[in-house]
Structure formats: C-alpha cells, structure tokens
C-alpha cells in the first residue's frame, strides 16, 4: 500500500470506522462465477461498444471500499487493477484478500479520487459505485476521473438518484433531529424495524440486506455528506466533466419501449420527447429509483453511438450475447406467449417480455458466438422479425452485440 497523507475529512473518517460494504474474506464463489467468459465478454460489450474482446483492460476501482477492487482482479486475471481509496480500514481489508487470493495483477493507494492523475497512469475503465455523490465537490472528482480515462475508454459510474430515496431522507432527518451518533447504529436498526408498514422506507426495508447489518445501515441513513441526482442533474454533472452519456447499465427501466410505460396514454407523448427527456419522464413515472448506474465515455470517444449496432445495414452480421442474470420462464405465460423472459436483476417487475414459440426457437440459439442472422437460421415456420425481437431483448437487458465481427 502506498500513498499521500490523509486528508482531514469527515467521510475518511466515517468510513474508517463504518467500512462499506460489510468485509467479505471470502470471494470464492465470487471467482468460480467470473471464470465464465461470456460475462466477460458481455462486460466488455456493454462497456466498449464495437471493438473486440480483450481480456486485459486497465481498471482503476475509485473509492474501492472493502472488496470491490479485489473482485475486480479476480474478474480480470490477465487485466490491471488499481484501487484508491481514503478509508485506511477499508484499503486494509482489501489488501488481506489481495493477499488471500495471491492478486498479483492488485495494486492499491491510499489516495483520493480528486489527485488520481497523481497515479500517472490512464484507464481503460474507471468504475466509481457509491462514492462521487459523497465528495465535498462531485464535479471535481469526475472531472479528476474523465481525466485519466483512456481515449476510447469507458467510466461506470453509480450515484444516488433523487427521487426514490424519500423515506431514506426521512430517516437521515430523523437521525439529524436526535442527534443520533454512526456508533448508534444498532439502536438506529431496532427503531427502523418497528417503522410502520405504510413509511416510505418500508419496500426498502423488505426489499435490501443491508438495513439489517449496522455498517450498512449506518452508511444509507448516518453518512455525514451525500448528494443526490436526478437523470437530468447526472447527464448535465457528465457534461461539466468532459464526458458523453454511453447508457444505461441496465436500460431497460429508463425506457419507454419497456413495461408499464408502454401500455399508458402517454406513450406515444414519451416517445416524441427527446432521449434524454424520456429517460428523465420515466424516473418520475416510476418515481422510486434509488440510484442510477451509467456507462460514460470521453466526449471526444471513437466508440460509434450505435451500441446495438442494430441500425446498420449489417445487423445480421452482429453477434447477440446474453446478459447475466437472464432466465426463460415457461410456467404461467400470458396466452400467445410460449416464454416470458426475465432479468432477475431488474427491480421492477414489469421488465418481462413474453416471447412467442418462434421467437423462443431464435432466442435458444444465443451462444454468443453465432450472428443474428444464424439464430435465424432454422426459424422456417412464421419466421420471427429478427430485427425486432433482437430490438425487445436489448431494450429489456436481455442481450448486448459484439458488433466488432460484422
Ligand atoms: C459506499 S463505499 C463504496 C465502495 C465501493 N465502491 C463499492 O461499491 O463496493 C464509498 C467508498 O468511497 C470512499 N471514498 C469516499 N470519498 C473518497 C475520495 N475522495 N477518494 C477516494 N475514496 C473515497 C470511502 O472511503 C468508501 O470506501
């Protein structure tokens, strides 16, 4: 571990004492999962649209925490990691699993996100999830991170939104008004347990581990700084930092073309807004989104802006590549529908789509290496419109494309 002094700030210090996420020793299961190339592969597409694979990017972890940094070297053997955090306690236990899981491809710093360019190093993919929206300045930050992202680079970047945290701000104001300490956060658990079913905190509650354990639960309701963002207020802090909106990591809820939105009166209203307006109606639709996680690249990027590649003339050229988390359900589709498919990552659950018994045919053949046109291929009864049921599942987070091979 290297590094300059410590900054005198409050948020290295509450993390010194509440280290986040709750320490893990073990990543076992962690590394079994990401020996499977093909996530691999689909984290590569998301991130760098129309290039191919490469098994070796350059990865700073900004604001590491306690394990992120050491997953990332387990997801990336033949990548670079470095990780940078301020929290002494949080570096340390990242520096036992380095050291439990030999990740010689590890390096960490005791260094704030704001002096990286100290590092004297360039990026491939700058994640920072949870972090930005705790710094004194933001826009310095991520101006700090734009600045050491590679040319075609990508960041992934997680913040807290605006709009869905409503009973977690209650909660925070509560804790300001009884003076309640980061120490007391058992206490705080207990009284959070007993709220009343109809509090806006309660579907968070049911829904997140973390309120149970009191680190967790002291870094949602007891963080002395936070910031908040609305789709609108993140895309205009990516425009101050030099970056250009990629997409959503999983777009599928921002979209008109997805769920509930499309069975409204408003539907073709939402689609005659601009994108981005789209994006910004829809988390006031859905209204309790909690956090936004976005792809973004330098606004001087050569990744092209198709990142489907869907609307070229060689779509059929592009090879589809299933996502994580992706499942085929049989039981219980609507009448017409054979499937329904369903990413489990999704919060909302009208993010379904059915599929009907020819379109199912086409889906099975994904194996991330043959094209669009050879999942096709054997489709000879009411062949499905190929373009637009690759069209739905992309939309839904269903599948990514390499779009390097057409
Ligand atoms: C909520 S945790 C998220 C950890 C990790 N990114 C994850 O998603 O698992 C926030 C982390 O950011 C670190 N942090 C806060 N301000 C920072 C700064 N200015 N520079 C670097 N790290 C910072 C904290 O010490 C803490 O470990």
Redesign the pocket.
């Known amino acids: 571990m290297t590094g300059g002094p410590k ?1 005198p ?1 409050v ?2 210090e ?2 010194d004492r509440h ?3 709750p320490p893990r020793r073990d990543l076992d299961d962690y590394r079994e999962r990401w020996r499977d190339p093909d996530l691999r592969k689909a984290e590569h597409h998301l991130h760098f649209p129309g290039t191919p694979f490469r098994d070796n990017p350059d990865v700073l ?8 940094a050491a997953q990332h070297a387990l997801r990336w053997p033949q990548g670079k990691v470095i990780g ?4 002494n306690t ?1 570096l340390q236990h990242t520096a036992d699993l380095k050291k439990r899981y030999d990740l010689d491809n590890l390096e960490i710093h005791h ?4 002096r990286v360019a100290e590092l004297g190093k360039r990026f491939d993919l700058v ?5 930005i929206h ?2 004194a300045d933001p826009d310095a ?1 991520l101006q700090a991170l734009s600045g050491v992202l590679n040319r075609n680079g990508a960041i992934h970047l ?1 913040v807290y939104a605006r709009y869905g945290r409503h009973g977690i701000r209650l909660l925070q104001e509560y804790g300001r008004l009884l003076g309640i300490d980061p120490t007391e956060a058992e206490d705080l658990g207990r009284t959070v347990a007993q709220i009343p079913p109809d509090h806006p905190l309660a579907p968070l509650l049911r829904q997140s581990a973390d309120f149970r354990n009191p680190d967790a639960l002291a ?1 949602a309701l007891l963080n002395p700084r936070e910031h908040v963002y609305s789709v609108r207020e993140l895309l205009d802090l990516l425009g101050r930092s030099g970056l250009t909106f990629g997409r959503w990591y999983k777009q599928a809820q921002y979209l008109p073309h997805c769920g509930f939105p499309t069975k409204t009166p408003h539907r073709r209203r939402l689609l005659d807004l601009s994108v981005s307006e789209q994006y910004a109606a829809i988390e006031l639709i859905r209204g309790s989104m909690l956090r936004h996680t976005v792809i973004a690249h330098r606004a001087d990027t050569e990744l092209g802006n198709d990142r489907s590649g869907l609307n070229g003339d060689a779509w059929r050229d592009v090879v589809p590549i299933q996502l994580p988390h992706t499942i085929e359900v049989i039981e219980g589709a609507p009448p017409g529908a054979a499937a329904v498919l369903i990413n489990q990552s999704h919060t909302y659950t009208d993010l379904i789509i059915p599929i009907t018994e020819p379109e199912r045919a086409v889906y099975q053949r994904i194996d991330g290496a043959r094209t669009i046109a050879d999942t096709g291929a054997l489709a000879r009864t009411n062949p499905p419109d190929l373009r637009r049921l690759y069209q739905r599942l992309w939309w839904y987070d269903q599948v990514t494309f390499d779009t390097s091979v057409s």
């Open positions: 900054p700030d948020i290295a509450f993390y280290p986040y996420p972890i900004a604001g590491c925490g306690t394990s992120q940078i955090d301020v929290s949080s260094l704030p996100i704001e994640v920072s999830t949870g972090v705790h710094l930050g997680m870094d």
